[in-house]
């Protein structure tokens, strides 16, 4: 069993940026696809990006495409999310989650994961 552990979530200004990282243990981290996700109050959770273990595919959710990014380090089973340019709407809870497969297939949702973080809160306000 893979455990999932997400921190660096905090509160920043609009437009400033936060970097949230997702460690994995138990496995290789390269046995997984890993998502991201977030949950706001009162809405549903929703898939931010996924991203391939096998060839590095990633997809991003329209919402946040070109602001947020994702890099890894297999080394130290670490994926990292850097968030920029924040608006008042990324406020939510994040998620990290790891899929048994190397690939995503897209988004995906959240049935698809079968290991999941904590969360970590992400406030943008001024």
């Known amino acids: 069993q893979v455990q999932v552990v997400e921190s660096g979530g905090g509160q920043v200004q609009p437009g400033g940026s936060l970097n949230l990282s997702c460690v994995i243990s138990?496995?290789?981290?390269?046995?997984?696809?890993i998502g991201w996700f977030r949950q706001a109050p009162g809405k549903e959770r929703e898939a931010v990006l996924c991203?391939?273990?096998?060839?590095?595919?990633?997809y991003v959710a329209d919402s946040v495409k070109g602001r947020f990014t994702i890099s890894r380090d297999n080394s130290k089973n670490t994926i990292w999310l850097q968030m920029k340019t924040l608006k008042f709407e990324d406020t939510a809870v994040y998620y990290c989650?790891?899929?048994?497969?190397?690939?995503?297939?897209?988004?995906?949702?959240?049935?698809?994961?079968?290991?999941w973080g904590q969360g970590t809160q992400v406030t943008v306000s001024s």
């Open positions: 138990g496995r290789s981290l390269d046995d997984y696809a």
């Open positions: 989650a790891a899929r048994r497969h190397r690939i995503c297939g897209g988004l995906g949702s959240p049935p698809d994961f079968s290991s």
């Open positions: 991203t391939s273990s096998l060839d590095g595919t990633t």
